[in-house]
């Protein structure tokens, strides 16, 4: 047994815990990217991944990642997460974080949804451009190009003290018969009403 006098167990005792706070900030400061690595821009892929650890396709919860970022999202998928709706995998993730209060980073520019309006019948032109300030109210990001990526980053590394109020299954389903947002930015649901919203989206009386 190693006799070792108790400034240099204290030293040792240090160097652990900060060893292993080191290793929890490291852990809370991952990204989580979903699709492939050369789907993304090499400017946004690479800014981030200068200041954070990154996840590709991770199969975790998310739980310990900070925003969530995607290449690309469809139109379905943004009229779906409008409606804090699920319909497949990438959805079901971007509710998932939005409903935790986390930011989503889509790398395109918002206005490609719009490419074609002079196409879109004028119902379909006004769900889009709903549906896009509604998922941006959300903590949905277009982060079209590098002076966007630079002004989301100062907000990332300079966190704020952000006050997040609990929302109830009562106020969800007040809020969702009045055709009301169901949840804001800072705001996250009970079990409950993430379980109800899952189930039932925006979109159904």
Known sequence: ??????????????????????????????????????????????????DFRC???????????????????TAPELLAVANLVTINKRTERIVDYLCKGKPVWIAEDENNFLKFKQLQRYGVRKAILTGLAKVQSYGVTFVKDEAVLDQVLRQVNK???????????????????????????????????????HENGDDKS
């Open 1 to 50: 047994m190693i006799d070792m006098k108790p400034a240099e167990l204290e030293e040792l005792i240090q160097r652990v815990t900060d060893r292993l706070i080191e290793t929890l900030q490291l852990d809370q400061q991952s990204v989580e990217f979903i699709g492939k690595n050369d789907s993304y821009p090499a400017w946004f892929r690479n800014r981030i991944s200068a």
């Open 55 to 73: 996840q590709f396709n991770s199969k975790q919860d998310g739980d310990n990642a900070i925003l969530l970022c995607l290449s690309e999202l």
């Open 159 to 197: 966190p704020l003290p952000v006050t997040k109020k609990y929302v109830t299954l009562q106020t969800v389903v007040t809020r969702h018969k009045a055709h009301l947002p169901l949840i804001h930015a800072n705001e996250i649901p009970t079990d409950l009403a993430k379980e109800w919203i």
